[in-house]
């Protein structure tokens, strides 16, 4: 469910009437609990603030957090059941049933994978209760055989008699929130408490014995019942055929019953001995694995930060933007089973990790204009000569997108807020023609406004698109434009994966030849930050043909603007479509280039 990230919709503190009627939600879906507790939960002097969010799979849901770390959410596709969050169960494990499994399960669970029953401790031998007595969909939680402190949240995927007819083959729980993924990185949560290992024997025998009482109960009062009908209807026996043949088909459904248990249970406990042979297996594969997927992110980013400095930068390559070095040096050595996402580790951004690199003296950064660089590196730093290399040296290739990419967006005003809110879109998000378009179309079918290519202006429409009084009708298609009409213009550029909002016309790259002093020409390039283009790196690329290639502010202009000798219109146009892919419709000054000779003659 959060494995992906998600999209906020909007994000607002809770007044004290919400704080309120959250904290009775809570008594009224967990009442083992105590006020007291509740208000330990929901402490009335932290900020309470509830997040509405749609999932990567389209989702609406609710996430209730108290300073800044979640402790419930909700949603609406489980009829917005009330779920803690790991960090509640922390305090309260008991809150859920508990399913226990293995410790090395914990990879596969935060990599997106459900909990399936051959992963599932229980106590031998399975019995018909071993899963206790749960419906399908009901809330669990998942722990560890060593941790009772809980690591995933979900619900049952099957009800607990399908658990043990299924021999424990399938699905057990689906997860909806496991340790690690992008609820977890909301704020700064604690680490994973060590709540001491689980007593699966105790925890089963009491539950059998709680259950056991209830069947014997029931089947004595259903044999009792069954004697009193045989005594009472005997003449009704008589007529449907001899008691002696009822009393032997009993028996021997009986031992139809006994025998079909047995051989379930042979099939269960050899599925069972091959699982904790596999177990074994990974146990001892990953002896070494790091348990906690945060600390394990933190390890592998300190690890490929400093493999970096030691194989991949030179100290020619300095000063360095350190968004260059992150794409082309540290994501690049990373090894090539892994990957390296800095927002699962406890940094959550790379201006703080290397802010601590800093601060342990391994490089020296500085901020030019709200850009970072890397200065310098402090190549004989004792972590560095320290540290082992644990995979072979390979060359490394620096990892570039030089294409980019330009798309036209619009941003949802306060005018098409009403239809366009129907879609769960709010003031200021962006969108894509064909994003509008759908919507459009969707709110005019479920208003049945359109008559083949008609479009029937109801009150709402009629007041976005502004028409005359007396109009009632619009074509589809221009009703669609003047609806879109009303939204901000913008445009969305992309590279190297980044993506820069322009509101308004784009304005192209411009390319002009000047003369300087002395009659010399230069040629000036501007607009190029509009496109994403580093103009410090973009010199350095026009130096390349031998000139000389220099940053200058020209006035009346917004951004930097490179400078080259001579008149180089050409090389710039050749290196801005072919490198950087930059549409034609996009640059202008291309009839600055030099007229080839005896072009002006026929």
């Not at 209760?129 to 995933?152: E, M, R, W």
């Not at 990185?185 to 009491?206: A, F, M, S, W």
């Not at 016309?505 to 411009?510: G, N």
């Not at 502010?553 to 479509?577: A, R, W």
């Amino acid at each position: 469910m959060f494995i992906k990230p998600f999209k906020v919709k909007s994000n607002n503190q809770l007044k004290g009437t919400e704080r309120k009627k959250l904290c009775e939600e809570v008594l009224i879906a967990y009442p083992s609990l105590t006020e007291e507790e509740i208000q330990s939960l929901i402490p009335k002097k932290e900020a309470i603030s509830v997040m509405k969010i749609v999932t990567h799979n389209g989702l609406y849901g609710k996430v209730y957090c108290t300073a800044k770390i979640p402790m419930f959410f909700q949603i609406d596709s489980l009829n917005d059941m009330l779920l803690p969050t790991i960090y509640t169960l922390w305090c309260h494990p008991n809150l859920l049933i508990a399913f226990t499994t293995y410790s090395a399960v914990i990879l596969k669970l935060s990599g997106g994978a459900d909990l399936m029953l051959p992963g599932v401790i229980v106590k031998e031998p399975v019995t018909l209760y071993t899963f206790g007595k749960l419906k399908k969909g009901t809330p669990v939680s998942v722990n560890t055989k060593d941790n009772k402190a809980p690591v995933a949240v979900g619900i049952t995927a099957l009800s607990s008699e399908d658990m043990y007819m299924s021999a424990g083959h399938g699905k057990c729980v689906e997860i909806l929130h496991v340790i690690g993924d992008t609820l977890c990185q909301l704020g700064k949560p604690p680490l994973r408490p060590n709540l001491g290992p689980v007593n699966i024997d105790g925890d089963n025998d009491k539950l059998e014995d709680q259950i056991n009482e209830e069947t014997n109960d029931s089947n004595d009062e259903s044999l009792a019942d069954a004697i009193n009908d045989l005594e009472i209807n005997n003449d009704r026996v008589a007529e449907i055929e001899d008691l002696s043949e009822v009393i032997y088909k009993i028996i021997h459904l009986k031992h139809l019953r006994k025998s079909y248990y047995h051989r379930l249970q042979g099939t269960m406990e050899e599925s069972k001995i091959e699982e904790s042979e596999e177990i074994e297996n990974i146990t001892a594969c990953q002896s070494q694995m790091v348990l906690d997927p945060v600390k394990e992110m933190d390890n592998l980013l300190e690890y490929c930060f400093l493999k970096a400095c030691k194989t991949s930068v030179k100290s020619t390559d300095l000063p360095m933007l350190t968004s260059n070095f992150f794409k082309n040096h540290l994501i690049a050595v990373c090894p090539s089973n892994k990957n390296v996402d800095i927002k699962k580790s406890r940094y959550k951004k790379l201006s703080v990790f290397l802010s601590e690199m800093k601060e342990k003296g391994i490089i020296d950064t500085s901020v030019t204009k709200g850009v970072e660089s890397i200065l310098s590196i402090k190549f004989d730093h004792p972590l560095l000569r320290k540290l082992v290399i644990l995979e072979e040296r390979k060359s490394v290739d620096p990892v570039e997108s030089n294409t980019a990419v330009v798309s036209e967006c619009y941003k949802v005003t306060a005018a098409v807020l009403p239809v366009l809110s129907k879609f769960g879109y709010e003031k200021g998000d962006v969108m894509k023609r064909a994003e509008i378009r759908k919507c459009f179309t969707d709110y005019v079918k479920a208003e049945n406004l359109q008559d083949g290519k008609t479009l029937k202006l109801n009150p709402q429409l009629a007041g976005i698109m502004k028409t005359k009084v007396n109009q009632e009708t619009v074509t589809m298609e221009d009703g669609i434009n003047k609806f879109i009409g009303r939204m901000t213009h913008m445009h969305e550029v992309t590279l190297a994966g980044n993506k820069l909002l322009h509101t308004g016309k784009l304005e192209p790259i411009d390319m002009r030849v000047t003369v300087r002093s002395g009659g010399k020409k230069v040629t000036l390039i501007n607009n190029l930050e509009t496109f994403g283009i580093n103009s410090k790196e973009f010199s350095k690329e026009c130096q390349n043909i031998g000139a000389s290639a220099t940053i200058t502010d020209e006035p009346g202009k917004k951004t930097p603007s490179v400078l080259v000798q001579g008149n180089q219109i050409l090389y710039v146009y050749k290196l801005l479509t072919e490198k950087y892919q930059i549409k034609k419709t996009y640059i202008r000054g291309l009839e600055f280039a030099p007229k080839k000779q005896g072009s002006h003659k026929k």
